[in-house]
Structure formats: C-alpha cells, structure tokens
C-alpha cells in the first residue's frame, strides 16, 4: 500500500490543486486564448502527445492505480469511500 499521509494533508493538497486549476483557467488559459496562434497550439499538443501522462495510461498504472484507492478510501464520503468527518 502507498501511504499519502493524513487527511489534513490530503485535503491540503486538494485545496491547494483547486486553487491552481482556478488560476489556470481564469488567468493562464484567457491570455493563452488571446495570445497565442494556431502553430503555438499544435506546437503544444505535440509536445503533450510525448509526455507519459499516468492519467491516460502510459506509466505505471498498477501503482496509480494503488494510489488512487487510498486517496478514495481516505477521502469522506461524498466524494470519497472513507468516513464522513
């Protein structure tokens, strides 16, 4: 079993990747729309088509897989398998 840590940090971490998925589609992605042309898209979906993303399946995917379990089982319900707190 991979061991993530405690809840606290658990939700520490998801406040902080909420955070930054809302920075990146307020701010990040508006001046990337307004900026940026059509080669720099295809530039950046080329360079993403190269990268081993565990989320599509190109790496380890038992041991995401392991991970993905214990944050669930952690998590509390409802968004998780773990007690409501």
């Not at 990040?28 to 993303?53: G, Q, V």
């Amino acid at each position: 079993m991979v061991n993530i840590g405690s809840a606290a940090t658990i939700h520490s971490y998801a406040d902080f990747t909420w955070k930054h998925l809302k920075a990146e589609e307020q701010d990040f992605f508006a001046l990337a729309e307004t900026h940026l042309e059509t080669s720099d898209w295809d530039a950046i979906a080329h360079a993403f088509s190269e990268n081993n993303d565990p989320l599509a399946g190109h790496a380890d995917s038992n041991h995401f897989s392991q991970l993905l379990k214990e944050i669930l089982n952690k998590t509390p319900a409802p968004l998780g398998l773990g007690n409501a707190h």
